[in-house]
């Protein structure tokens, strides 16, 4: 028998339901992969009893024929994800212990359709960070190397786990978060797909909040079939998120290998950095060229607020979690520190218990929402949003379906070759991804090559709000044209 | 900012050694809202449950929990603007306050900071020199904090978030009132709208209502002094004692040459004196912003109407009908009105009755024994029918009004029906001549020196008519009593 | 610390509009970790008023924005706010509620004494 776990969660979901191999033995084959690759750090918990029961469920409802969309089918969830009576600490280590008594709304809707739970993937704390060296638990390994060379290096963040497990088939699939790229860049990282769906189509109640205004979870897959096939299930109108929009959810796998012809494709010319390295760029012509052969028409756009993207972000997003992170004071959840009073205690606690990035940016949300700031950074990052957000209104209005983009203005690092780096160096990774969270709008993150070292290289597209479907079309468009990328295993 | 200015008046002033001094006061008062559930929780809003028991994952800040606010809050903030005569924001924002305490799970509250639900309203004052306007500067909705017991543990202190997230109305005047007597009428009449309008039971025991009183002092004509908060009263003796004190506690700063620092206080009844909070170790910095959780608060327009149309009648109108309809005094009208069981229970009895004679029953002899008894009017033992039975039964004549007083706490008492009291009783007024005429007769001939000196003396023949109404139980017609007296003396 | 002013802060309308200039002390950093209560060390504060003078001067090219008549952004979704009925649906289980507390008795949270 062939290793379970090569197949992909459509193959895998098929082949359940023929009753190929059961629930259970997909189950055990993937806890014997994850066993093999703890090197990766990839899962900060494991869970295999509540895998096995899962799993053993499934099986039953198989046999009984009342499988969900999702039945049997393995999947590794985001340590944001508020798991109940599972360890769910944001990789943070003021969460010391928590262990929710809710479980999140995304990962209901999962569990709900029949999916099994792996574990808990490691992240960057707090979902911040563009490498997943920000954790508590330690860094992820990313199953690609360099051609020749076993330097590890950094899978992306903040969904670095997750993009990792996918990569390396420790999951058939990862749900993950995204408030600047924390899908799409490391999905790109590992030669994965990730989306980052329309901000408002996920509930956000029980994930862990960064950044209110710009978090959105979606999922990272094998392919972008698998992509749709999650996001279908996690997608869902849920009346406790105040801002889940209220709209049917559509089948997102039936948008996979439509035609793209007559789509008309943007190109934005304000993604062309200085100094991008060229084989961004030539990925981004293949690109082109791959979306133009099968059909669809290019046209060039500009959104020339572009720029801004990034520093309104590093305003907008710091400033929100440095309130959303001031619950974490020790006195209802997590990590204490005793101190001599109350402040003491506080104080003691939040230093011990947030690492240094986290500090970081809910000092400079501190900052720029204090008096007489607020108004100079806060108020105008919030006008530059709304004019980023027009520039692809405007560009959506005058007729485009999607924009193309590349995922990343590089391809996967070393772990601990930026960590000397002035912060803001780690904060340009984002700096493709970030414009889509500003504007609310959903983007898909496809492998469509690999680089000159043999790691894989991503393509973004953009879509308009609420249009994954077309993004799921353009992006198998790709796939099928650019294949899928595996990494050889090694660990 | 449109302030209305007041015209200095000496009589509210405060004597100082330096002369007169002007009090000048502004208040805001946290009102809880009426609601079944908390402003953005699910959770009860009820008070006094066991610790903890009201409260949502929500309420206590857990990770990843979202706030979606109770349109019943919101209903009832509007319908308190409307009933301020005040201005509804169709567009609303909720902020977030950021700071560190305890018994503040979110490390913020949910607020309303530029943009609140209600803008400019009033107040009307009924106060001894006329009515007075105090203007409402707005109204805005936000949570209510949880509480730190301090005193179960020598070093700990016990945190319950009972009251985490219960929705308050904020209720900012303009700096218009100018005495303690002003900010009592002030609060009681607040709560009476509040009352009318069910959006908040007013009852500042359990706290439903607080109010941070600003006060600062003046000699008239001058520039607005430095103002001093005195935080959280929580009855409107305090709220009166507290400016009291804290007016002359500045005036006499200023007048030994000190300057008023601006600063929180609080209210000791104990001590009666106001004392500056510890101060704190930094200035406060809140870094409001809009809450990213929450949208914009857009209002249809055509609700906030449906609202305005389902608004009770309020105290205001009230009073100018009881005048108008029933012909009461503007002061028996104030009384009245002052709660909206008392306005219903009087218009009830009142209703094809003569108005008047109904207002003085009630105020003197219903209102005087439930406030013996320290009950409302809805624990009033005499139904609206039986009060107005007995004021039929003084009307018709049946009755003496110093005999009704008897039958109403029988009444009140016993309970039963007044008319068939009367006659079981036999309270009935006597009106038969014969009757009295024999008992007259016979006290004039058991006193025949009285008689002789009353004829001297007209005046006299009162102990006459006392004697009689003493012999027939004051059941007789005391008027026809006086006639008989006098037509048997021959006096006339 | 006061921001330094480059021609004319009210100025938005001006395209040649250059804004305002900020950069923090340390005093500034320990004022700011103090509103955000977390204690942090000499060090720490030397080295983060070095990175959030990075951050600061990476956001500054906003500046450069004509923002002159643009509403700042409310919510990227232009839906109305969902509300709830007034219900009670939560709440009653005190024990959930103080499951995780590092320190809780009969169903309080304990904290350290706090002195009003």
Known sequence: MTDLTSLTLAEARDALKAKTFTAVELTDAYLAAMEAARGLNAYVVETPEIARDMAKASDARLAAGQAGPLEGLPLGIKDLYATKGVHTQACSHILDRFKPVYESTVSANLWADGAVMLGKLNMDEFAMGSSNETSHYGPVVNPWRRKGSDVKLVPGGSSGGSAAAVAGRLCLGATATDTGGSIRQPAAFTGTVGIKPTYGRCSRWGLVAFASSLDQAGPIARDVRDAAILLKSMASVDPRDTTSVDLPVPDYEAAVGKSVKGLRIGIPKEYRLDGMPAEIDALWRRGIDILREAGAEIVDISLPHTKYALPAYYIVAPAEASSNLARYDGVRYGLRVPGSDIIDMYENTRAAGFGAEVKRRILIGTYVLSAGYYDAYYLRAQKVRTLIKRDFELAYAAGVDAILTPATPSAAFGIGEKADADPVEMYLNDVFTVTVNMAGLPGIAVPAGLSAEGLPLGLQLIGRPFDEETLFTLGAAIEKAAGTFSPAKWW | ?492 | MAPRRDRCYTREHSSLFEGIYMSVDTATVRRVARLARIKVTDDEAERMTNELNSILGFVEQLNEVDVAGVEPMTSVVSVKMRRRQDVVTDGEDAAAVVANAPVSEDNFFLVPKVVE
């Open chain 2, 1 to 492: 900012m449109n302030m209305a200015v007041r015209t200095p008046d000496p009589k509210k002033m405060i004597k100082g050694a330096t002369g007169d001094w002007e009090v000048i006061i502004g208040l805001e008062v946290h009102a809880q809202v009426t609601s079944n559930a908390k402003l953005f929780s699910g959770a009860s809003a009820t008070f006094g449950a066991e610790p903890n028991m009201h409260v949502s994952l929500v309420d206590a800040a857990m990770p990843g929990m979202l706030p979606v606010i109770n349109e019943e809050c919101v209903a009832q903030a509007i319908r308190t603007g409307l009933g301020l005569k005040a201005a509804i924001n169709l567009y609303s924002v909720f902020d977030r306050k950021n700071y560190f305490y305890p018994d503040l799970p979110q490390g913020y509250q949910i607020s309303q900071y530029k943009q609140p639900i209600v803008g400019e309203g009033k107040v009307l004052l009924d106060m001894p020199e006329g009515i007075v306007e105090i203007g409402i500067e707005r109204l805005h909705l936000e949570q209510d904090a949880g509480k730190s017991i301090h005193d179960q543990h020598p070093t700990m202190s016990f945190v319950d978030l009972n009251r985490s997230g219960v929705a308050l109305m904020e209720i900012v005047s303009r700096p218009d009132l100018r005495s303690s007597e002003e900010v009592k009428a002030y609060l009681a009449k607040l709560r009476t709208i509040l009352r009318y309008l069910g959006t908040c039971d007013g009852n500042m025991e359990e706290g439903s209502m607080r109010a941070d009183i600003n006060v600062s002092v003046r000699k008239p004509g001058e520039p607005l002094g430095t103002r001093c908060e005195i935080k959280n009263v929580n009855s409107m003796r305090f709220a009166a004692q507290a400016v009291e004190y804290e007016a002359r506690r500045q005036i006499g700063i200023i007048e030994d040459g000190g300057e008023i620092e601006q600063e929180t206080r609080l209210y000791d009844p104990g001590k009666g004196e106001t004392r500056s909070m510890r101060s704190k170790e930094e200035a406060h910095d809140y870094r409001y912003f809009p809450d990213p959780d929450l949208l914009p608060l857009e209002l249809d327009p055509s609700w906030v109407d449906s609202l305005k149309a389902g608004l009770p009648e309020l105290p205001d109108e009230k009073k100018a009908r009881f005048i108008g309809d029933y012909g009461v005094t503007p002061y028996d009208a104030m009384v009245l009105t002052l709660e909206r069981a008392s306005a219903d229970y009087y218009e009830q009895v009142a209703k094809g009755r003569d108005g008047k004679a109904v207002a003085n029953f009630m105020i003197n002899e219903l209102f005087g024994r439930l406030n013996k008894d320290g009950k409302g009017i809805e624990a009033s033992p005499v139904s609206p029918d039986q009060l107005g039975a007995i004021v039929d039964l003084i009307g018709d004549g049946t009755i003496s009004g110093k005999i009704a007083k008897d039958l109403f706490e029988i009444v009140y008492t016993e309970g039963g029906d007044p008319k068939a009291l009367v006659e079981a009783r036999g309270l009935r007024q006597v009106t038969d001549t014969g009757a009295i005429e024999k008992a007259v007769d016979e006290v004039i001939a058991a006193n025949p020196d009285k008689a002789e000196q009353a004829r001297a003396k007209p005046t006299l023949s009162g102990w006459f008519v006392g004697q009689v109404m003493k012999a027939t139980g004051g059941k007789a017609n005391p008027q026809a009593v006086n006639d008989l007296v006098k037509q048997k003396l021959g006096i006339e």
